[in-house]
């Protein structure tokens, strides 16, 4: 693979020579080029911007010397037919992620075009693209200075893949990675007890299975903690996400709600169900208290689930309420995807998780029963209605030996 950096700023890429993309370079798996952008300028002050057309703050990249770097950088497809792939780092292109890395590593030429100050005059990017692959590109949602320490971490993210560098070994963990597509599971190493916290104790209980399943379990929690939108239970089996409720998504739920409670309450000889005689402003209000998750159907909100945490006797309990599913879809599984998700979502100190239903809603205590929930008849419940719990995930992170 070659790499070719265009940049203002060339001494950016002195790392390059070091770590390990110049462990690659030594091992002949890489030719690396860097170039500074004023060595294609004609002018005496060697100018590489200009005022914008059209007027606004800031400066562009003038499009000339851009034009001289690709028409000096840019090779014609080789005799595998590939094209030379040309990465513009801006904070308006398409997000990198670890699919993108792997991309990139199939490609046997790379030239980063790293832009500074407002951008680059958008006909160079235009004109990139009829002599090369265009990927414009971002780390995230922020902004850089410039593009330089961008096409850094692209080019660390992508030169670990290539094979033949680490002996392979990590793309394998790549993929076990991608496949999960959890975040990882918190790792510990010797002494077993160090400044009063513990490895968790499965780790050192030599019981495989135990230590999978308990990785899996972290893994998945703080997933769900960190990064819910990855979480396979937040996105139904056709792809629908489900999604934080916003404010304005009030007015939509309580219809929602008004239809699943009505009946609720005529399946159930009941008509005092307080859900029932709520107005637009008690379903803002409680919006406001309540992590709520909605799903969306052809712009139609379907189903709603609500949860948050209570303060209980012996810890804190993550309440959860509202599973609410469209009448035309209830039966579709759809309740017991949202079930799962909001205890995935529970914050990681709560100890149990509690939820209420109708004492005649057999067919909801039927799907909580399945889900691991257990009736309480020992715990007290608002008239006509029964109580269930059910112990949560432990996670045995940050057991200071004091608190056992
Ligand atoms: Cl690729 N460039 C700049 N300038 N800012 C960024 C970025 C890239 N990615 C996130 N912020």
Not at 37 to 63: F, I, Q
Not at 99 to 119: D, S
Not at 358 to 380: E, I
Request: net charge negative; aromatic share 6%.
């Amino acid at each position: 693979m070659r790499l070719d950096y265009v940049s203002i700023f060339p001494d950016f890429f002195a790392p390059l020579t070091l770590s390990l993309p110049g462990k690659a370079a030594e091992k002949g798996l890489l030719e690396v080029g860097v170039h500074d952008l004023r060595g294609w300028t004609h002018d005496r002050h060697h100018t590489v911007d200009d005022t914008p057309y059209g007027g606004g703050a800031g400066m562009v990249m003038k499009p000339e010397p851009w034009g001289d770097a690709l028409d000096a950088l840019v090779v014609p497809p080789t005799t595998t037919g590939q094209r030379t792939t040309v990465v513009f780092t801006t904070p308006s292109g398409e997000p990198f992620d670890q699919r993108l890395a792997e991309e990139l590593a199939t490609r046997e030429h790379l030239v980063f075009a790293c832009g500074r100050y407002e951008g680059i005059d958008q006909r160079v990017i235009d004109h990139a693209r009829t002599v090369a692959e265009v990927r414009e590109v971002s780390l995230g949602d922020y902004v850089l200075n410039g593009g330089e320490v961008a096409a850094l971490a692209i080019t660390e993210a992508v030169v670990r893949l290539l094979p033949g560098f680490m002996g392979n070994a990590a793309s394998l963990v790549e993929e076990s990675h991608a496949e999960s597509g959890l975040l990882e599971y918190p790792v510990y190493t010797k002494p077993p007890v160090w400044r009063g916290h513990e490895v968790p104790a499965v780790l050192r209980s030599g019981d495989h299975a135990k230590v999978a399943s308990w990785r899996r379990e972290q893994a998945v929690r703080r997933t769900a903690q960190r990064r819910p939108d990855l979480l396979t239970p937040s996105v139904l089996d056709d792809g629908t996400p489900i999604v934080r409720a916003t404010p304005g998504d009030a007015g939509e739920l309580l219809t929602l709600q008004r239809a699943c409670w009505v009946q609720e309450a005529l399946a159930n000889d009941m008509l005092d169900i307080p859900a029932l005689h709520e107005s637009l402003e008690d379903v803002r209000a409680w919006l406001g208290e309540w992590d709520t998750y909605v799903v969306r159907r052809a712009g139609r909100l379907v189903a709603a689930v609500r949860g948050r945490v209570e303060r209980g006797e012996h810890g804190d309990v993550w309440d959860i309420g509202r599973i609410m599913v469209a009448p035309d879809l209830q039966g579709s599984g759809l309740g017991r995807i949202l079930l799962e998700h909001i205890q995935a979502v529970a914050p990681a100190e709560v100890a149990s998780y509690v939820l209420f239903t109708g004492a005649a809603s057999v067919r909801n205590q039927r799907m909580y029963k399945k889900a691991g929930f257990r009736l309480r008849r020992d715990l007290p419940a608002p008239p006509g209605a029964v109580v269930l719990t059910k112990n949560a995930a432990r996670h045995g992170t940050d057991t200071r030996r004091g608190d056992l």
